[in-house]
Nanobody
Framework: QIQLMESGGGSVQTGGSLRLSCTASGTTAGYYMGWFRQPPGKEREPVAGIDSRGIITYTGTFTNSVKGRFTISKDNAKNTLHLQMNNLRSEDTGMYYC????????????????WGQGTQVTVAS
C-alpha cells in the first residue's frame, strides 16, 4: 500500500514559481508516478509522469501550456516526487494531485491506484 502526501501549494502572482512535493510512504520502486491537475469546474487530467528508470513524459491536455515551465523530478533516496512550476499563469490555477500506479497506462488513462489528497495552487493576475 502506498500513501501519498502533497505539499507546496499556495497563492502566487502571475510569473511566480512554486515547487510541489509529494512524499510517499511505502515503497514506490517500480511504480509510475506523476502529477494531475484539476482546474476549477473541470476534469482532473495528467500533467507529467516519471517512470522507475527516470524517463519523463509530459503529455495530455496541458502539454503545450506547461512545456518549458514545469519540471517533474523524483528523489528516490527520499521517496519524494516534485513538480517545479515556473512563470505561473492564471490558467495554472487548480488542485494538483500526486498519483502512482504500477502501470503507466493506468496513470495516463486517469485511473492510477494511488492518489494524494491534493494541494491547491492559485495564481492571481
Amino acid at each position: 500500500q502506498i500513501q501519498l502526501m502533497e505539499s507546496g501549494g499556495g497563492s502566487v502572482q502571475t510569473g511566480g514559481s512554486l515547487r510541489l512535493s509529494c512524499t510517499a510512504s511505502g515503497t514506490t520502486a517500480g511504480y509510475y508516478m506523476g502529477w494531475f491537475r484539476q482546474p476549477p469546474g473541470k476534469e482532473r487530467e495528467p500533467v507529467a509522469g516519471i517512470d522507475s528508470r527516470g524517463i519523463i513524459t509530459y503529455t495530455g491536455t496541458f502539454t503545450n501550456s506547461v512545456k518549458g515551465r514545469f519540471t517533474i523530478s523524483k528523489d528516490n533516496a527520499k521517496n519524494t516526487l516534485h513538480l517545479q512550476m515556473n512563470n505561473l499563469r492564471s490558467e495554472d490555477t487548480g488542485m494538483y494531485y500526486c498519483a502512482a500506479d504500477s502501470r503507466n497506462s493506468n496513470f495516463w488513462s486517469g485511473r492510477p491506484s494511488f492518489w494524494g489528497q491534493g494541494t491547491q495552487v492559485t495564481v492571481a493576475s
